[in-house]
Nanobody, 123 residues
Framework: QVQLVESGGGSVQPGGSLRLSCAAS????????VAWIRQAPGKEREGVSC?????????YYADFVKGRFTISRDNAKNTVNLQMNRLKPEDAAVYYC???????????????RGQGTQVTVSS
């Protein structure tokens, strides 16, 4: 079965850290651009970060996460991870990973998407 499954969400205090993981099954994730996107209640979906396919490897971040979040691949596990540090209350959202076509300015979701994982940031 071809699917993406996110994990690693949870509840943290401001300033805390979480590591999200996007695990692929049924296909090689390294062959695709993978984007992390998020959506909070009442807000539009927004792109967080993207890593280009293995042959390219470029990485992009939204300005609001630069210096705090790090995206990476673990090809041995067929995953794309998102390390989130210095979390802020405004980072709270459901985070999704998805097959994408990414440029520095836009992440176009072109394929399958995971079910999402909830991130809560509050004191």
């Amino acid at each position: 079965q071809v699917q993406l499954v996110e994990s690693g969400g949870g509840s943290v205090q401001p300033g805390g850290s979480l590591r999200l993981s996007c695990a692929a099954s049924g296909f090689n994730l390294d062959n695709y651009d993978v984007a992390w996107i998020r959506q909070a209640p009442g807000k539009e979906r927004e792109g967080v970060s993207c890593i280009k396919s293995g042959g390219d490897g470029k990485i992009y971040y939204a300005d609001f996460v630069k210096g705090r979040f790090t995206i990476s691949r673990d090809n041995a596990k067929n995953t794309v991870n998102l390390q989130m540090n210095r979390l802020k209350p405004e980072d709270a959202a459901v985070y999704y990973c998805a097959e994408a076509d990414c440029t520095e300015s836009a992440y176009s979701l072109i394929g399958i998407r995971g079910q999402g994982t909830q991130v809560t940031v509050s004191s």
